[in-house]
């Protein structure tokens, strides 16, 4: 049986690069695993090849209508944490965007957790205050030092729920999350250049500097456009 719980959401346009995530799955995780999507726009047709195709994770398709509101700020994937929270407590969760494909396997992943039970998987190469409104770190509570390292990225979480440490985290990112003026401060927009603000990846990259956890190897995940 499977110690892993892994979250994704996806719609139809991105369906390609959802099968090549969970394809990486199949290579690295335990027969068995399961995936939450969250579907959020996948065509009826999709849904029968994953149920027809994929039959070495158990997914479980989550439907649910979103908001203009929940999908801008991306807020839609507080909604698979807290099912995971509730649910998969004393498991490993991982929460991988359609485009990220898992790279080490279930047993580096667990070496991983035994130096700090939460993971981003890369940083941006500039400082969290070029990324993220100065108005969420002040809310958050990030010191000076922190502003100026590097931003983490959000498409790639891990955190160790069989771990009180893990599951405060993921606690108190869920309740940051529901906070518009944190999330979303009045007048931001996503960017991909900065000066800007990345929403949840703010949130996410602030809270793992507060907690500490700011060791965050970038092989363990990355974009499957990425060639190495």
């Given at each position: 049986m499977s110690n892993f719980i892994v979250g994704t959401a996806s719609n139809s346009s991105y369906f390609i690069q959802l099968q090549q995530m969970l394809y990486s799955l199949h290579i690295l995780l335990p027969n068995g695993t399961t995936v939450l999507i969250l579907d959020n726009g996948l065509k009826s047709s999709q849904i029968k090849i994953l149920n027809k195709h994929f039959g070495?994770?158990?997914?479980?398709?989550?439907?649910?209508e979103l908001t203009p509101y929940e999908r801008t700020s991306y807020l839609f994937k507080t909604f698979i944490h807290e099912v995971?929270?509730?649910?998969?407590?004393?498991?490993?969760?991982?929460?991988?965007?359609?485009?990220?494909?898992?790279?080490?396997?279930?047993e580096k992943l667990e070496a991983m957790l035994e130096h700090q039970p939460v993971y981003s998987h890369s940083p941006f190469s500039q400082?969290?205050?070029?990324?993220t409104d100065l108005r969420t770190m002040n809310l958050i509570g990030l010191d000076e030092v922190s502003r100026e390292t590097p931003q983490f990225q959000a498409s790639a979480m891990m955190f160790d729920l069989r771990n009180e440490k893990g599951r405060d985290f993921l606690e108190q990112l869920i309740k940051l999350n529901y906070q518009k003026d944190i999330i979303t401060p009045e007048g931001t927009t996503k960017g991909n250049n900065p000066p800007t603000h990345r929403q949840d990846q703010s949130v996410f990259s602030c809270l793992l500097k507060k907690f500490g956890y700011t060791r965050n190897p970038s092989l363990w995940a990355i974009c499957h456009q990425t060639i190495f």
């Open positions: 070495f994770l158990n997914i479980k398709i989550i439907k649910r995971v929270l509730k649910e998969y407590s004393n498991h490993i969760y991982l929460w991988l965007d359609t485009k990220t494909n898992l790279k080490y396997d279930n400082a969290e205050s070029l990324w």
